[in-house]
């Protein structure tokens, strides 16, 4: 495992892991890796799928039998959906009960195989090093979730010492050119195009330098994804901001207005707001995730970043091609307008969304990581924060709510030089509180952005959209400030739009974790 590079794990240690733990403490003690107790499994799987879509390697996640593993579920489930490298390794009971109905017996293999790429049982004359070998392969080539399960007695066997193998030799150069043919015609499309925009998705988080340059060739907006937020600074005079529900009017606009998308690293599932109706040439590096959901005019099969170079080398431009950044300026002045006037509108002793984002716009560094929960404040993020260079991460396609704060704790063991912003609900933040001492315990730089509105709010809105009475959405919060003080973080609770930056300006200065609960209103994102 440590051979593979990976370094990091999430876990609870019980009666049926204790071998495999032992030998975790021992690389722990000899420095090859770093282990963090968590207090719910769930929790554990998010920071590790949070790792890997920030970093693109695995780290690994760790239970025991039974609840120990199917805690982990949903957390992988995030990792599946999002398309990130995530290693689980399960404890289980000993394989001579196992299978009779014993304590905390369950055939996790069955359990996993929708979740995993890759899962396997260590059993006594396995080749376990070559077993790890090919759950970290599929999990990185794959991108996807590769799991082990090691029965209580093999963990404990004396090792008969094979070799143990690493990346090399056994990992392929991924970034591959496009076909010659395919490259052609997205240059047709390119040349007859007098309107061209780029959409990015997550896909093209490791290679927006070349697309940048391409867009800036072709004078064409760059509208992203709402996973793909913060790939490119609002700030740039090409950046639209984010597409879809969660996303800018700057962004819808620039869409509507153009006759051709040049997509890269994007899915087009049905939150992206890709339009359907526009000529595209789409490009990703997966075959199955071309014109997945409907033909595409020109699919390209190669590495997003190899393809944006190739394109930008060879491209040819229409004559009436329109330089476009003075209308994504115009546009980014009149949607400012309405922020800040939205900002403006309080209820009393609440603070509005659009003024919570405008204050992190202007204060959160611009080399953070921003870990966004599911809910009301992630389409109000989407909407009114206004990225730098910020690295953005959030469950996209499970949305799963509690994703934000675990993910926080990923974040911090991945870069823990960068500063780690948390930004959630009430209901979200509930779903792992406890986990907030697992922060403290081990010190972790993270400031969180709690906006408190005392319900599950985006629910409350599709009951009332839905002329269904709202119903079972309320929640009774503690004091979540005085919550973070008793845990031993820093706490600070904020009702008036006046102390908004004085408050998120000592949770930043803090070190170590901090949480500034902003009570807002449900009727408000």
Same mark, same amino acid.
């Given at each position: ?221 760059? /509208? ?63 075959? /199955? ?31 009436? /091609? ?153 929640? /009774? ?49």
């Amino acid at each position: 495992m440590t051979n593979w590079g990976v370094d990091t794990v999430f876990g609870m240690v019980g009666h049926s892991n204790l071998g495999v733990a032992e030998a975790m403490h021992r690389a722990e003690t000899a420095g090859k890796l770093r282990y963090f107790g968590i207090r719910h499994e769930g929790a554990a799987a998010f920071a590790a799928s949070a790792y890997g879509k920030l970093t693109g390697r695995p780290a690994a996640c760790f239970g025991i039998a039974g609840p120990g593993s199917t805690n982990l579920l949903t957390g992988l489930y995030d990792a599946k959906a999002d398309r990130v490298p995530v290693l689980a390794i399960s404890g289980n009971v000993d394989s001579s009960v196992a299978g009779k109905g014993a304590f905390q017996d369950i055939d996790l293999l069955a359990a996993f195989a929708d979740v995993a790429v890759y899962s396997a049982m260590v059993r006594a004359g396995s080749d376990h090093a070559e077993l790890m070998t090919m759950a970290l392969k599929h999990a990185i080539l794959d991108r996807g979730v590769g799991h082990l399960v090691l029965p209580d007695e093999v963990q404990v066997l004396a090792a008969p010492n094979p070799t143990a193998s690493g990346p090399a030799g056994r990992m392929p150069d991924l970034r591959v050119a496009p076909p010659a043919a395919a490259l052609g015609q997205a240059l047709d499309q390119i040349a007859a195009a007098t309107r061209p925009v780029v959409v990015v998705g997550a896909g093209a988080k490791f290679d927006m330098p070349a697309i940048v340059a391409l867009a800036q060739r072709l004078h064409a907006p760059i /509208l992203t994804t709402f996973k793909a937020k913060g790939q490119i600074a609002d700030s740039h005079p090409l950046a639209a901001g984010v597409l879809g529900r969660s996303g800018t009017p700057v962004a819808s606009w620039m869409m509507n207005k153009a006759d051709l998308l040049l997509v890269f690293g994007a899915s087009f599932s049905n939150h992206t707001g890709i339009s359907p109706y526009k000529p595209t040439v789409q490009v990703d590096t997966d075959p /199955l995730t071309l014109g997945r959901f409907r033909p595409v005019t020109v699919p390209v099969l190669g590495d997003v970043g190899v393809t944006a170079t190739a394109l930008l080398e060879s491209v040819r431009t229409a004559p009436e /091609l329109v330089d476009q950044r003075a209308e994504v300026a115009e546009r980014w002045a009149v949607w400012r307008a309405e922020k800040a006037r939205r900002a403006g509108t309080r209820a009393p002793g609440r603070v509005a969304p659009a003024a919570i984002f405008a204050a992190l716009s202007d204060l959160v560094p611009e080399d953070a990581v921003l870990a966004v929960d599911v809910g009301n404040h992630a389409y109000s993020f989407g909407r009114y924060f206004e990225t730098k260079q910020q690295s953005v991460l959030m469950s996209g396609y499970l949305g799963s709510i509690g994703f934000g704060f675990p993910a926080a704790m990923g974040a911090w063991a991945a870069a823990p030089d960068r500063p780690i912003v948390a930004i959630t609900g009430d209901g979200g933040f509930g779903q792992y509180l406890a986990d907030f001492t697992t922060a403290v315990k081990y010190d972790m730089n993270i400031t969180h952005i709690l906006l408190n509105n005392g319900e599950l709010a985006k629910i409350s809105e599709e009951q009332r959209s839905a002329e269904y009475e709202v119903w079972q959405t309320s929640l /009774l919060n503690p004091d979540f400030a005085a919550f973070a003080r008793d845990c031993g973080a820093h706490g600070a609770r904020v009702t008036d739009p006046a102390d908004l930056d004085s408050a998120i300006t000592q949770a930043l200065e803090h070190r170590g974790p901090a949480l500034v609960e902003i009570l807002t209103d449900p009727r408000t994102h």
